[in-house]
Protein backbone atom coordinates (compact mmCIF):
# COMPACT_ATOMS: atom_id res chain seq x y z
CA UNK A 1 0.00 0.00 0.00
CA UNK A 2 1.74 3.16 -0.87
CA UNK A 3 1.56 6.61 0.49
CA UNK A 4 0.76 9.60 -1.10
CA UNK A 5 4.09 11.03 -0.21
CA UNK A 6 5.30 8.44 -2.74
CA UNK A 7 2.83 9.01 -5.81
CA UNK A 8 4.46 12.80 -5.51
CA UNK A 9 7.84 11.94 -5.48
CA UNK A 10 6.85 9.67 -8.67
CA UNK A 11 5.30 12.74 -10.05
CA UNK A 12 8.40 14.55 -10.37
CA UNK A 13 10.25 12.11 -12.19
CA UNK A 14 11.44 12.54 -16.21
CA UNK A 15 9.52 9.26 -16.61
CA UNK A 16 5.95 10.32 -15.40
CA UNK A 17 6.40 13.70 -16.85
CA UNK A 18 7.43 11.88 -20.42
CA UNK A 19 4.01 9.86 -20.45
CA UNK A 20 1.43 12.64 -19.33
CA UNK A 21 3.23 14.55 -22.77
CA UNK A 22 2.97 12.02 -24.39
CA UNK A 23 -0.91 11.21 -23.50
CA UNK A 24 -1.64 14.75 -24.60
CA UNK A 25 0.34 13.94 -27.84
CA UNK A 26 -1.93 11.30 -28.60
CA UNK A 27 -5.12 13.06 -27.91
CA UNK A 28 -3.49 16.12 -30.10
CA UNK A 29 -2.94 14.13 -32.87
CA UNK A 30 -6.04 12.49 -33.06
CA UNK A 31 -8.15 15.43 -33.33
CA UNK A 32 -5.49 16.89 -35.86
CA UNK A 33 -6.96 13.91 -37.98
CA UNK A 34 -9.74 15.40 -38.30
CA UNK A 35 -12.48 12.66 -37.20
CA UNK A 36 -15.18 13.79 -35.00
CA UNK A 37 -14.16 12.57 -31.42
CA UNK A 38 -16.27 11.48 -28.42
CA UNK A 39 -14.94 9.51 -25.14
CA UNK A 40 -16.44 7.23 -23.15
CA UNK A 41 -16.46 7.27 -19.27
CA UNK A 42 -16.79 4.65 -16.69
CA UNK A 43 -15.61 7.38 -13.77
CA UNK A 44 -13.36 4.89 -12.91
CA UNK A 45 -10.03 6.67 -12.16
CA UNK A 46 -8.13 5.89 -15.70
CA UNK A 47 -11.10 7.40 -17.76
CA UNK A 48 -11.31 10.01 -15.36
CA UNK A 49 -7.69 10.90 -15.38
CA UNK A 50 -7.77 10.95 -19.48
CA UNK A 51 -10.86 12.82 -19.15
CA UNK A 52 -9.10 15.73 -17.32
CA UNK A 53 -6.28 15.51 -20.21
CA UNK A 54 -8.80 15.61 -22.82
CA UNK A 55 -10.46 18.54 -21.37
CA UNK A 56 -7.74 20.36 -21.15
CA UNK A 57 -7.06 20.47 -24.86
CA UNK A 58 -11.08 20.05 -26.39
CA UNK A 59 -13.45 21.22 -23.45
CA UNK A 60 -16.51 20.63 -24.95
CA UNK A 61 -15.45 17.04 -25.78
CA UNK A 62 -18.84 14.85 -26.00
CA UNK A 63 -18.49 12.14 -23.25
CA UNK A 64 -20.56 8.91 -23.04
CA UNK A 65 -21.71 7.59 -20.00
CA UNK A 66 -23.18 3.74 -19.94
CA UNK A 67 -24.95 3.64 -16.79
CA UNK A 68 -25.76 0.38 -16.11
CA UNK A 69 -27.57 1.21 -13.08
CA UNK A 70 -25.75 -1.34 -10.53
CA UNK A 71 -22.66 1.46 -9.96
CA UNK A 72 -21.75 1.21 -6.60
CA UNK A 73 -22.67 4.16 -4.40
CA UNK A 74 -19.17 5.95 -4.85
CA UNK A 75 -18.92 6.05 -8.50
CA UNK A 76 -22.71 7.52 -8.36
CA UNK A 77 -21.89 10.35 -6.20
CA UNK A 78 -18.58 10.91 -8.09
CA UNK A 79 -19.92 11.07 -11.24
CA UNK A 80 -22.76 13.18 -9.98
CA UNK A 81 -19.99 15.52 -8.47
CA UNK A 82 -17.57 15.33 -12.04
CA UNK A 83 -20.28 16.22 -14.06
CA UNK A 84 -21.22 19.51 -12.39
CA UNK A 85 -17.72 20.71 -11.72
CA UNK A 86 -16.24 20.17 -14.64
CA UNK A 87 -19.43 21.02 -16.46
CA UNK A 88 -19.24 18.25 -18.81
CA UNK A 89 -20.63 18.02 -22.18
CA UNK A 90 -22.49 15.00 -21.00
CA UNK A 91 -24.68 11.82 -22.83
CA UNK A 92 -26.00 9.08 -20.08
CA UNK A 93 -27.20 5.65 -21.66
CA UNK A 94 -29.12 3.12 -19.85
CA UNK A 95 -27.65 -0.46 -20.75
CA UNK A 96 -29.66 -1.65 -22.94
CA UNK A 97 -30.19 -5.40 -21.29
CA UNK A 98 -31.20 -5.40 -17.34
CA UNK A 99 -27.81 -7.38 -16.38
CA UNK A 100 -29.91 -8.34 -13.27
CA UNK A 101 -32.08 -10.16 -15.04
CA UNK A 102 -29.46 -11.66 -17.30
CA UNK A 103 -28.01 -12.94 -13.99
CA UNK A 104 -31.68 -14.23 -12.76
CA UNK A 105 -31.94 -16.15 -15.76
CA UNK A 106 -28.15 -17.43 -16.56
CA UNK A 107 -26.14 -16.76 -13.19
CA UNK A 108 -23.73 -14.99 -11.39
CA UNK A 109 -20.24 -14.32 -13.42
CA UNK A 110 -18.19 -16.90 -11.59
CA UNK A 111 -20.87 -19.21 -11.75
CA UNK A 112 -21.41 -19.14 -15.38
CA UNK A 113 -19.99 -22.17 -17.72
CA UNK A 114 -18.26 -21.15 -20.63
CA UNK A 115 -20.72 -21.44 -23.35
CA UNK A 116 -23.13 -19.85 -20.43
CA UNK A 117 -20.73 -16.48 -20.63
CA UNK A 118 -20.66 -17.06 -24.08
CA UNK A 119 -24.75 -15.95 -24.56
CA UNK A 120 -24.78 -13.52 -21.96
CA UNK A 121 -21.72 -11.57 -24.06
CA UNK A 122 -24.04 -12.16 -27.18
CA UNK A 123 -26.56 -10.12 -25.08
CA UNK A 124 -24.21 -7.67 -24.13
CA UNK A 125 -22.30 -6.76 -27.47
CA UNK A 126 -25.86 -5.19 -28.67
CA UNK A 127 -23.31 -2.39 -28.11
CA UNK A 128 -25.82 0.64 -27.66
CA UNK A 129 -22.80 2.86 -26.89
CA UNK A 130 -21.12 1.96 -30.78
CA UNK A 131 -25.21 2.15 -32.02
CA UNK A 132 -25.45 5.79 -30.69
CA UNK A 133 -21.96 6.68 -32.06
CA UNK A 134 -22.64 5.90 -35.70
CA UNK A 135 -26.13 7.21 -35.64
CA UNK A 136 -24.70 10.75 -34.05
CA UNK A 137 -21.93 11.01 -36.66
CA UNK A 138 -18.69 10.14 -34.57
CA UNK A 139 -15.67 8.33 -35.76
CA UNK A 140 -13.09 8.90 -33.23
CA UNK A 141 -13.43 7.70 -29.82
CA UNK A 142 -11.25 8.29 -26.72
CA UNK A 143 -11.09 5.45 -23.78
CA UNK A 144 -9.01 4.74 -21.09
CA UNK A 145 -7.67 1.41 -21.38
CA UNK A 146 -4.17 0.69 -20.01
CA UNK A 147 -1.50 -1.72 -22.12
CA UNK A 148 -0.71 -3.10 -18.38
CA UNK A 149 -4.24 -4.05 -17.29
CA UNK A 150 -4.12 -7.64 -18.82
CA UNK A 151 -2.52 -9.64 -21.12
CA UNK A 152 -5.24 -9.26 -23.55
CA UNK A 153 -5.34 -5.02 -23.67
CA UNK A 154 -1.20 -5.56 -23.92
CA UNK A 155 -1.63 -7.30 -27.12
CA UNK A 156 -4.25 -5.12 -28.35
CA UNK A 157 -2.57 -1.71 -27.62
CA UNK A 158 1.10 -2.76 -28.71
CA UNK A 159 -0.35 -4.32 -31.87
CA UNK A 160 -2.24 -1.08 -32.36
CA UNK A 161 0.25 1.94 -31.27
CA UNK A 162 -1.92 3.87 -33.41
CA UNK A 163 -5.31 3.22 -32.34
CA UNK A 164 -7.95 0.75 -33.28
CA UNK A 165 -10.47 1.00 -36.47
CA UNK A 166 -13.41 -0.43 -35.59
CA UNK A 167 -15.79 -2.14 -37.88
CA UNK A 168 -17.91 1.03 -37.55
CA UNK A 169 -14.90 3.02 -38.91
CA UNK A 170 -14.79 4.34 -35.38
CA UNK A 171 -10.69 4.89 -34.28
CA UNK A 172 -10.09 3.92 -30.65
CA UNK A 173 -7.47 5.90 -29.46
CA UNK A 174 -5.98 4.91 -26.00
CA UNK A 175 -3.88 7.51 -24.81
CA UNK A 176 -3.51 6.40 -21.55
CA UNK A 177 -2.34 3.19 -23.10
CA UNK A 178 1.57 3.21 -22.16
CA UNK A 179 0.73 4.25 -18.59
CA UNK A 180 0.88 2.43 -15.52
CA UNK A 181 -1.68 2.51 -12.38
CA UNK A 182 1.13 4.46 -10.45
CA UNK A 183 0.94 7.07 -13.42
CA UNK A 184 -2.59 7.35 -12.83
CA UNK A 185 -2.23 8.15 -9.12
CA UNK A 186 0.68 10.29 -9.56
CA UNK A 187 -1.40 12.25 -11.78
CA UNK A 188 -4.24 12.04 -9.70
CA UNK A 189 -2.35 13.33 -6.40
CA UNK A 190 -0.09 15.89 -8.22
CA UNK A 191 -2.73 17.89 -9.66
CA UNK A 192 -5.19 17.43 -6.81
CA UNK A 193 -7.82 16.21 -9.10
CA UNK A 194 -10.95 14.63 -7.26
CA UNK A 195 -10.70 10.65 -7.23
CA UNK A 196 -13.83 8.03 -6.81
CA UNK A 197 -13.58 7.17 -3.46
CA UNK A 198 -14.69 3.69 -3.76
CA UNK A 199 -10.50 3.52 -4.19
CA UNK A 200 -9.87 4.82 -0.57
CA UNK A 201 -11.13 0.94 0.49
CA UNK A 202 -7.91 -0.50 0.59
CA UNK A 203 -8.79 -3.73 2.33
CA UNK A 204 -9.51 -7.56 1.87
CA UNK A 205 -6.05 -7.88 -0.37
CA UNK A 206 -6.99 -4.87 -2.35
CA UNK A 207 -5.01 -1.57 -2.69
CA UNK A 208 -5.58 1.66 -5.13
CA UNK A 209 -3.79 -0.37 -7.85
CA UNK A 210 -5.23 -3.59 -7.68
CA UNK A 211 -9.05 -2.30 -7.06
CA UNK A 212 -11.73 -1.74 -10.08
CA UNK A 213 -14.32 0.30 -11.14
CA UNK A 214 -17.39 -2.66 -11.46
CA UNK A 215 -20.72 -2.25 -10.74
CA UNK A 216 -21.65 -4.67 -7.42
CA UNK A 217 -23.03 -7.51 -9.69
CA UNK A 218 -19.77 -8.30 -11.12
CA UNK A 219 -18.34 -11.36 -8.76
CA UNK A 220 -15.64 -12.86 -11.80
CA UNK A 221 -12.97 -12.04 -9.14
CA UNK A 222 -14.89 -13.62 -6.43
CA UNK A 223 -11.74 -15.66 -5.77
CA UNK A 224 -9.44 -13.00 -5.15
CA UNK A 225 -11.71 -11.80 -2.19
CA UNK A 226 -14.50 -9.39 -4.17
CA UNK A 227 -16.82 -10.60 -2.47
CA UNK A 228 -15.23 -10.03 0.89
CA UNK A 229 -14.46 -6.35 -0.39
CA UNK A 230 -18.36 -5.62 -1.13
CA UNK A 231 -19.49 -7.15 1.88
CA UNK A 232 -16.67 -4.93 3.79
CA UNK A 233 -17.49 -2.08 2.01
CA UNK A 234 -20.84 -1.82 0.76
CA UNK A 235 -23.16 -3.74 2.98
CA UNK A 236 -26.28 -2.54 1.67
CA UNK A 237 -25.04 -4.08 -1.93
CA UNK A 238 -23.82 -7.14 -0.56
CA UNK A 239 -27.21 -8.07 0.56
CA UNK A 240 -28.60 -7.70 -2.75
CA UNK A 241 -26.15 -9.77 -4.47
CA UNK A 242 -26.83 -12.77 -1.40
CA UNK A 243 -30.12 -12.82 -2.76
CA UNK A 244 -29.19 -13.92 -6.04
CA UNK A 245 -27.22 -16.44 -5.32
Known amino acids: MKTNLEWLLYAKTGKFKYNVSDAKRAIEKALDTGRNFYTSVSFGKDSSVMLRLILDIKPDIPVLYMNSGYALPDTNEYYAKIKEEWNLNMIELPAQVDYIELCQEFGLPH ?21 WA ?8 FW ?18 NGILDKNDILRI ?15 FSTKMPYNKLYDHENCGYTRETIRNTGWLSTDGETNGYIEWIKKNYPEQYVKLRELL
Open 174 to 188: APLAKWKARDVWAYI
Open 144 to 161: GIRADESKGRNHLCKSNP
Open 111 to 131: LRSSQTQKKVVQFLKKNRASN
Open 134 to 141: VENGYTGL
